[in-house]
Antibody, heavy 115, light 111 residues
Framework: EVQLVESGGGLVKPGGSLRLSCAASGFTFTNAWMNWVRQAPGRGLEWVGR??????????DYAAPVKGRFTILRDDSNNMLYLQLNSLKTEDTALYYCTNLGRDWGQGTLVTVSS | DVVMTQTPLSLSVTPGQPASISCKSSQSLPHSDGKTYLYWYLQKPGQSPQLLIYEVSNRFSGVPDRFSGSGSGTDFTLKISRVEAEDVGVYYC????????FGQGTKLEIK
Protein backbone atom coordinates (compact mmCIF):
# COMPACT_ATOMS: atom_id res chain seq x y z
CA GLU A 1 0.00 0.00 0.00
CA VAL A 2 1.33 3.40 -0.98
CA GLN A 3 1.68 5.88 1.85
CA LEU A 4 2.78 9.48 1.89
CA VAL A 5 2.95 10.95 5.37
CA GLU A 6 3.75 14.63 5.83
CA SER A 7 5.05 16.17 9.04
CA GLY A 8 6.77 19.28 10.31
CA GLY A 9 3.99 21.84 10.05
CA GLY A 10 3.30 24.34 12.78
CA LEU A 11 3.02 27.98 13.77
CA VAL A 12 5.84 30.28 12.65
CA LYS A 13 6.30 34.04 12.62
CA PRO A 14 6.58 36.01 9.39
CA GLY A 15 10.14 35.87 8.14
CA GLY A 16 10.72 32.54 9.85
CA SER A 17 11.63 29.13 8.48
CA LEU A 18 10.21 25.63 8.61
CA ARG A 19 11.12 22.28 7.13
CA LEU A 20 8.38 19.89 6.07
CA SER A 21 9.00 16.18 5.61
CA CYS A 22 7.18 13.52 3.62
CA ALA A 23 7.83 9.86 4.32
CA ALA A 24 7.07 7.66 1.32
CA SER A 25 6.47 3.92 1.27
CA GLY A 26 4.88 1.26 -0.89
CA PHE A 27 6.36 2.33 -4.21
CA THR A 28 9.73 2.89 -5.86
CA PHE A 29 10.41 6.37 -4.54
CA THR A 30 13.73 6.60 -6.38
CA ASN A 31 11.96 6.66 -9.75
CA ALA A 32 9.26 9.16 -8.79
CA TRP A 33 8.97 12.83 -9.64
CA MET A 34 7.52 14.33 -6.48
CA ASN A 35 5.57 17.51 -5.88
CA TRP A 36 4.33 19.77 -3.13
CA VAL A 37 0.85 21.26 -3.47
CA ARG A 38 -0.70 23.62 -0.95
CA GLN A 39 -4.19 24.73 -0.05
CA ALA A 40 -4.85 27.88 1.93
CA PRO A 41 -7.79 27.65 4.35
CA GLY A 42 -11.04 27.59 2.38
CA ARG A 43 -9.19 28.09 -0.91
CA GLY A 44 -8.22 26.02 -3.93
CA LEU A 45 -5.18 23.93 -4.77
CA GLU A 46 -1.89 25.65 -5.63
CA TRP A 47 1.09 23.80 -7.06
CA VAL A 48 4.25 24.72 -5.13
CA GLY A 49 7.07 22.85 -6.79
CA ARG A 50 8.54 19.55 -7.91
CA UNK A 51 11.73 17.52 -7.90
CA UNK A 52 12.65 15.11 -10.64
CA UNK A 53 14.06 11.68 -9.99
CA UNK A 54 17.85 11.45 -9.79
CA UNK A 55 17.76 9.48 -13.02
CA UNK A 56 16.11 12.45 -14.69
CA UNK A 57 18.56 14.90 -13.17
CA UNK A 58 17.12 15.50 -9.71
CA UNK A 59 16.41 19.11 -10.61
CA UNK A 60 13.65 21.28 -9.18
CA ASP A 61 11.02 23.73 -10.42
CA TYR A 62 8.97 26.14 -8.37
CA ALA A 63 5.87 28.27 -8.68
CA ALA A 64 6.55 31.99 -8.94
CA PRO A 65 5.19 32.92 -5.47
CA VAL A 66 7.70 30.65 -3.70
CA LYS A 67 10.71 30.71 -6.02
CA GLY A 68 13.82 31.79 -4.16
CA ARG A 69 12.23 31.13 -0.76
CA PHE A 70 11.31 27.44 -0.85
CA THR A 71 13.59 24.49 -1.62
CA ILE A 72 12.61 20.90 -2.37
CA LEU A 73 15.04 18.14 -1.43
CA ARG A 74 14.93 14.37 -1.58
CA ASP A 75 16.73 11.57 0.24
CA ASP A 76 16.25 8.47 -1.85
CA SER A 77 18.14 6.25 0.60
CA ASN A 78 15.42 6.91 3.18
CA ASN A 79 12.46 7.51 0.86
CA MET A 80 12.04 11.03 2.15
CA LEU A 81 10.91 14.25 0.48
CA TYR A 82 11.46 17.65 2.07
CA LEU A 83 10.26 21.18 1.62
CA GLN A 84 12.40 23.90 3.18
CA LEU A 85 10.35 27.06 3.67
CA ASN A 86 12.29 30.29 4.29
CA SER A 87 11.28 33.95 4.53
CA LEU A 88 7.74 32.87 5.28
CA LYS A 89 4.84 35.24 4.66
CA THR A 90 1.33 35.20 6.06
CA GLU A 91 0.07 34.20 2.61
CA ASP A 92 2.07 30.96 2.89
CA THR A 93 -0.42 29.74 5.50
CA ALA A 94 -1.82 26.53 4.05
CA LEU A 95 -2.12 22.77 4.22
CA TYR A 96 0.87 21.37 2.37
CA TYR A 97 0.47 18.09 0.47
CA CYS A 98 3.18 15.75 -0.77
CA THR A 99 2.08 14.03 -4.00
CA ASN A 100 3.12 12.46 -7.27
CA LEU A 101 0.06 14.23 -8.79
CA GLY A 102 -1.33 10.83 -9.68
CA ARG A 103 -2.99 8.38 -7.36
CA ASP A 104 -0.87 9.22 -4.36
CA TRP A 105 -1.42 12.17 -2.03
CA GLY A 106 -0.61 12.56 1.64
CA GLN A 107 -3.05 13.96 4.17
CA GLY A 108 -1.15 17.22 4.42
CA THR A 109 0.62 19.16 7.14
CA LEU A 110 -0.60 22.59 8.22
CA VAL A 111 1.68 25.60 8.17
CA THR A 112 0.43 28.75 9.88
CA VAL A 113 2.41 31.96 9.47
CA SER A 114 1.28 34.55 11.97
CA SER A 115 2.75 37.02 14.43
CA ASP B 1 2.28 31.20 -16.69
CA VAL B 2 -0.62 29.07 -17.86
CA VAL B 3 -3.86 30.25 -16.25
CA MET B 4 -6.69 27.75 -15.90
CA THR B 5 -10.23 29.12 -15.69
CA GLN B 6 -13.12 26.92 -14.59
CA THR B 7 -16.83 27.57 -14.98
CA PRO B 8 -19.11 27.44 -13.19
CA LEU B 9 -17.55 27.91 -9.76
CA SER B 10 -20.43 26.08 -8.17
CA LEU B 11 -23.33 23.93 -9.26
CA SER B 12 -26.21 22.19 -7.57
CA VAL B 13 -27.43 19.01 -9.21
CA THR B 14 -30.32 16.64 -8.58
CA PRO B 15 -29.19 13.03 -8.18
CA GLY B 16 -29.45 11.18 -11.47
CA GLN B 17 -29.07 14.34 -13.53
CA PRO B 18 -25.98 15.21 -15.58
CA ALA B 19 -23.36 17.82 -14.72
CA SER B 20 -20.72 19.56 -16.78
CA ILE B 21 -17.69 21.63 -15.82
CA SER B 22 -15.66 23.71 -18.25
CA CYS B 23 -11.94 24.41 -18.01
CA LYS B 24 -10.17 26.86 -20.29
CA SER B 25 -6.43 27.35 -20.45
CA SER B 26 -4.64 30.57 -21.38
CA GLN B 27 -2.31 28.60 -23.65
CA SER B 28 -2.82 25.62 -25.90
CA LEU B 29 -2.05 22.41 -24.00
CA PRO B 30 -1.03 19.85 -26.66
CA HIS B 31 2.60 18.81 -26.22
CA SER B 32 5.05 18.08 -29.01
CA ASP B 33 4.93 14.43 -27.93
CA GLY B 34 1.32 14.27 -29.08
CA LYS B 35 -0.22 14.15 -25.62
CA THR B 36 -2.32 16.82 -23.96
CA TYR B 37 -1.51 17.16 -20.29
CA LEU B 38 -4.86 18.09 -18.83
CA TYR B 39 -6.07 16.42 -15.66
CA TRP B 40 -9.20 16.43 -13.49
CA TYR B 41 -9.24 15.92 -9.73
CA LEU B 42 -12.00 15.66 -7.14
CA GLN B 43 -11.47 16.75 -3.58
CA LYS B 44 -14.22 15.32 -1.40
CA PRO B 45 -15.00 17.13 1.85
CA GLY B 46 -12.23 16.63 4.39
CA GLN B 47 -10.12 14.53 2.03
CA SER B 48 -7.04 14.89 -0.12
CA PRO B 49 -7.58 15.32 -3.86
CA GLN B 50 -8.03 12.23 -5.99
CA LEU B 51 -7.23 11.85 -9.67
CA LEU B 52 -10.24 11.25 -11.91
CA ILE B 53 -9.08 11.88 -15.48
CA TYR B 54 -5.63 12.10 -17.03
CA GLU B 55 -4.55 13.38 -20.45
CA VAL B 56 -7.97 14.89 -21.18
CA SER B 57 -10.10 11.78 -21.44
CA ASN B 58 -8.55 8.76 -19.71
CA ARG B 59 -10.34 7.61 -16.58
CA PHE B 60 -7.97 6.74 -13.77
CA SER B 61 -8.13 3.27 -12.21
CA GLY B 62 -11.37 2.73 -10.28
CA VAL B 63 -13.12 5.86 -11.51
CA PRO B 64 -16.75 5.15 -12.44
CA ASP B 65 -17.62 5.37 -16.13
CA ARG B 66 -20.20 8.08 -15.43
CA PHE B 67 -17.19 10.44 -15.43
CA SER B 68 -15.84 11.49 -18.81
CA GLY B 69 -13.42 14.10 -20.05
CA SER B 70 -13.15 15.74 -23.43
CA GLY B 71 -11.70 18.72 -25.21
CA SER B 72 -8.68 19.94 -27.09
CA GLY B 73 -6.46 22.97 -27.51
CA THR B 74 -7.55 25.34 -24.77
CA ASP B 75 -11.09 24.13 -24.01
CA PHE B 76 -11.85 21.10 -21.88
CA THR B 77 -14.90 19.61 -20.20
CA LEU B 78 -15.60 17.16 -17.41
CA LYS B 79 -19.00 15.51 -17.57
CA ILE B 80 -20.83 13.40 -15.05
CA SER B 81 -23.59 11.50 -16.81
CA ARG B 82 -25.68 10.84 -13.71
CA VAL B 83 -24.66 12.56 -10.51
CA GLU B 84 -24.64 10.53 -7.33
CA ALA B 85 -24.47 11.71 -3.72
CA GLU B 86 -20.85 10.53 -3.43
CA ASP B 87 -19.81 12.94 -6.19
CA VAL B 88 -20.05 16.01 -3.95
CA GLY B 89 -16.88 17.99 -3.51
CA VAL B 90 -14.67 20.38 -5.42
CA TYR B 91 -13.47 19.54 -8.91
CA TYR B 92 -10.19 20.93 -10.23
CA CYS B 93 -8.60 20.87 -13.64
CA UNK B 94 -4.81 21.02 -13.85
CA UNK B 95 -2.37 21.55 -16.71
CA UNK B 96 1.11 20.08 -16.95
CA UNK B 97 2.36 21.53 -20.24
CA UNK B 98 4.23 24.31 -18.45
CA UNK B 99 5.04 23.28 -14.89
CA UNK B 100 1.62 22.78 -13.26
CA UNK B 101 -1.32 25.00 -12.45
CA PHE B 102 -4.84 24.34 -11.20
CA GLY B 103 -8.15 25.92 -11.98
CA GLN B 104 -9.99 27.72 -9.16
CA GLY B 105 -12.19 24.72 -8.47
CA THR B 106 -15.89 23.98 -9.02
CA LYS B 107 -17.96 23.04 -6.01
CA LEU B 108 -20.60 20.40 -6.71
CA GLU B 109 -23.44 19.98 -4.30
CA ILE B 110 -26.55 17.83 -4.36
CA LYS B 111 -30.00 19.40 -4.52
Amino acid sequence: EVQLVESGGGLVKPGGSLRLSCAASGFTFTNAWMNWVRQAPGRGLEWVGRIRSKTDGGTTDYAAPVKGRFTILRDDSNNMLYLQLNSLKTEDTALYYCTNLGRDWGQGTLVTVSS
Amino acid sequence: DVVMTQTPLSLSVTPGQPASISCKSSQSLPHSDGKTYLYWYLQKPGQSPQLLIYEVSNRFSGVPDRFSGSGSGTDFTLKISRVEAEDVGVYYCMQSIQLHSFGQGTKLEIK
